[in-house]
């Protein structure tokens, strides 16, 4: 017979797991509710933080050794409450770090369930109708794209370079059809070719396929804020294939975030068909639209009506942007990470191909685009994970449904409108806007220190101690509107994204600024002009206080901050 222990432990497991029946279905929100009513609060409604930064850690020291019996469930909430502790908020206006999901209670609701009924959409027997879903979205988004909706395909995966992995083995297959199951080895190592400005884990993830991270070949561009020009991208690739070098894609810009650039795709598609004249491929494109594929909601706009009646100055940026990242309409590939600006909670990113063919060659399946009745259906033979959730197709399905077209419109034009406030108020306070000329939805500020170079262009050519004396100053002020100055109590911190290089001077020097991205449905003008105003007045309290080289600057290390 079993003991005691053994019986009472089996029983409290059942008690805490969905009961056969599902009558006890009701204590999920209960945990839920248990633990909202624990979290930490924040210490005002414009504040960044969950509670406070940085978080006090020393409750984990109670949790280093795994109980031998089961713990009380309150205790272990407690826990998972206090690890949220310093969390930044999405939704709250002095939030302003990086573009971050505000996710809907519906797609919260989504993933949760799915996290609850544990789908693993590696095949439709164990995951009931969310491949049908996830084959829906495809076609939706391909819709949206300007593609043949019926001959897409398409995965959801943890995010842009997710998509990046696929679209560069995908091109691999097509550059050298034999790769995926002979490897690399042999002849010379292919290329991939990207822009300036792109996402920095190209490299990354041609070191993570074998490529080696140097494969990754980056195309100068004009300027740092411009896309690069088709003609340079073609001048690169035709110099590698004039080599002998294979290029198993070419990666272009569908948005950065922070100047949202957007490359030209049709000009690049177009020359790669002409240079690929006497090759048995043309080179693989892959639109990097992470961030920028919601802007596509606006490609069918009526713009001269206009009957959202969104201001001129939003509508012309919403009118720039959405017209070059329609050129997708050209792409062989693009990411939508509904993670960003689309409602949805980590993670939730479609991989989307023109020609779903081209999917079903990562593990060369004769049989893998055929669709079967519900339960003959897996996708392991074109997916990265085998243990694949269910949330982030979920997520997906209730945003886009939620939303609508009309609800990603407004929310584009509010945040997009929300930064060129921010944009009106910051230079009065000494804060220079740094990036004018972007149409997207952050904006970069560089604050004049005082004592300094009066202005960005002038640091630039300064010397090397000036460009530090500016750069600690910078990173100061980030930590003390963000509430990190240990030595300085801010009511309600406004954290924005600090960039420790965001361009080089003459010297070759990094020169800091600071990002700043509205990006909360809960910002409007009275609260922008407040926060701004804040930061002015943190500023000139801060300015007060500072002597280059001595005083509080004088022992603050550089570091470098993710961006």
């Known amino acids: 017979m079993p003991s005691r222990d053994f019986v009472e432990t089996l029983t409290e497991l059942r008690h805490r797991t969905l009961h056969p029946t599902e009558h006890n279905r009701g204590q999920l929100p209960e945990r839920i509710s248990h633990a909202l009513r624990v979290l930490a609060a924040p210490s005002h409604p414009d504040s960044a933080w969950l509670g406070t930064a940085p978080p006090d850690l020393g409750w984990l020291r109670e949790f280093e050794t795994v109980p031998e019996r089961m713990s009380d469930p309150d205790l272990v909430l407690r826990g998972v409450t206090a690890g949220l502790g310093a969390q930044l908020r999405a939704h709250a206006p002095g939030n302003l770090f990086n573009i971050f999901p505000v996710p809907l209670f519906d797609t919260v609701t989504a993933a949760t369930l799915a996290q609850l009924y544990t789908p693993n959409t590696l095949w439709d027997l164990l995951s009931g109708g969310t491949l049908e879903i996830e084959r829906q979205l495809v076609r939706q988004l391909a819709e949206l794209a300007g593609w043949p909706r ?117 000009p690049v598609a177009a020359g790669l068909t002409r240079l690929s004249g006497s090759l048995p491929y043309r080179p693989y494109v892959h639109f990097d639209t992470a961030h920028g594929w919601p802007w596509l909601f606006f490609r069918d706009y009526d713009f001269p009506g206009n009957p959202l009646e969104i201001d001129p100055v939003t509508l012309g940026a919403l009118r720039e942007v959405s017209g070059q990242v329609a050129e997708v309409a050209w792409a062989d590939s693009m990411t939508a990470d509904f993670h960003k600006a689309g409602f949805c909670p980590y993670p939730s990113s479609a991989f989307l191909v023109r020609n779903a063919a081209e999917l079903h060659t990562l593990q060369e399946d004769p049989h893998g685009a055929e669709w079967r009745p519900w339960g003959g259906n897996l996708v392991l033979h074109h997916t990265i994970e085998h243990s694949r959730g269910a949330a982030g197709i979920l997520s997906a399905f209730a945003a886009l449904h939620s939303v609508g077209t009309t609800g990603f419109r407004v929310h584009l034009a509010h945040v997009t409108a929300m930064n060129n406030v921010f944009r009106a108020h910051l230079p009065r306070s000494g804060y220079e806007l740094v990036n004018p000329t972007s149409p997207g939805v952050a904006s970069v500020f560089w604050p004049v220190a005082p004592g300094g170079p009066p202005t960005f262009a002038e640091l630039g050519g300064a010397e090397p101690l000036l460009v530090d004396d500016a750069n600690r100053y910078t990173q100061a002020l980030y930590q003390r509107l963000a509430g990190l100055d240990p030595q300085h109590e801010v009511t309600a911190p406004i954290v924005l994204g600090f960039l420790p290089a965001y361009r080089h001077g003459a010297h070759g020097h990094p020169m800091s600024a600071l990002r700043l991205l509205p990006n909360s449905p809960h910002h409007d003008e009275v609260t922008v002009a407040a926060i701004a105003d804040r930061m002015g007045t943190v500023k000139a309290e801060f300015d007060r206080s500072v002597t280059s080289r001595t005083g509080p600057l004088a022992g603050l290390r550089l570091r470098h901050v993710p961006e």
């Open 150 to 266: 019926d001959g897409a395909g398409g995965t959801f995966s943890f995010g842009g370079k997710a998509g990046l992995m696929y679209a560069v083995r995908i091109g691999l297959n097509r550059c050298l059809p034999e790769s995926g199951r002979r490897g690399l080895a042999g002849g010379p190592a292919p290329a991939v070719v990207t822009t300036e400005h792109n996402h920095d884990s190209v490299e990354s993830v041609c070191a993570i396929l074998g490529l080696g991270s140097q494969a990754c070949v980056r195309v100068p561009t004009p300027a740092r804020d411009s896309a690069a020009t088709a003609e340079r991208v073609l001048t690169a690739v035709a110099d590698l294939l004039d080599r002998g070098t294979p290029v198993a894609c070419v990666v272009l810009s569908g948005g950065s975030i922070m100047d949202h650039i957007v490359d030209p795709v049709g």
